[in-house]
């Protein structure tokens, strides 16, 4: 069975860009060009290009047209990092290649800080009752201002009575359960992450600059202590379109990501 006409299209469309025939920060042609070179309406075009800008091939431009986009240099997270890092999920990325890394420049905006019932999927992970009350951090993070994450980390209410530095719309330097071990006592030994992927919602299209139909990966950290009691839940989201993750299991070397000439 053949695929869609406008998936067709966007297949068509891609080959050309990754050929070179269509040049990075090259205009592709209008919606009505395209109407008349591939004999389609004006509905399949527009789901061609929307499917291209999910891609993150092309960038529409309001009152401009449709661009191709350069080749994305792909951020690579190490989830496995140290059990007793007193960091969320995800915090260090480098580039895919060696080149893009000597240009990164990472940014995290201030923590939005409330104090909240959480999502049923939260309380179910801390194992807290459903409307017992918790305080979230929640940051955007880029990368050469490029959107590059989002996180929210939950922890305990309680746990705030002690470490009131968790309610402050400041950076944690030294990590939040760094911190919550030097005031409370509160160990992390150890993290399961929990990786989905799904459609973005509205906030995560606006902010990641995606389409309705793309994929964002979705990944539950669940922190113990020494009891195996959760004592933080961290969800980040990245966009498919510029992460790939990295996980290591016993002693390797680090990763090489080009081929050197002999």
Known sequence: MAPPMYQQIADDLRSKIESGELEPGQQIPTEGDLQQIYKASRNTI??????????????????????????????VTTLSEPAGSGFGGGEGATYLSQVGEQHRSPRVSSPKVEVQVPPPEIALRL???????????????YIDETPWSLQTS????????????????GDITQGAMSYL???????????????TAR?????????FGIEHDATVFEIFRTAFDETGRPVRMTVTVFPT??????????NVPDPQYEIREP
Do not use: C
């Open 46 to 75: 527009r789901d061609a290009i929307k499917r291209l800008v999910s891609l993150g091939i092309v960038q529409t431009r309001p009152g401009q047209g449709t661009f191709v986009l350069g080749g994305v240099d792909p951020f």
């Open 127 to 141: 194992r807290i009752a459903p409307d017992a009350q918790v305080v979230s951090r929640h940051q955007e993070r």
């Open 154 to 169: 939950f922890y305990p209410i309680e746990f705030a009575m002690k470490a009131p530095r968790l309610l402050m719309a």
């Open 181 to 195: 071990e030097e005031v409370e006592g509160i160990k992390q030994v150890g993290y399961r992450d929990w990786v």
């Open 199 to 207: 459609t973005p919602d509205l906030n995560e299209q606006n902010f």
């Open 241 to 250: 379109d510029r992460n790939q993750f990295i996980v290591n299991v016993g």
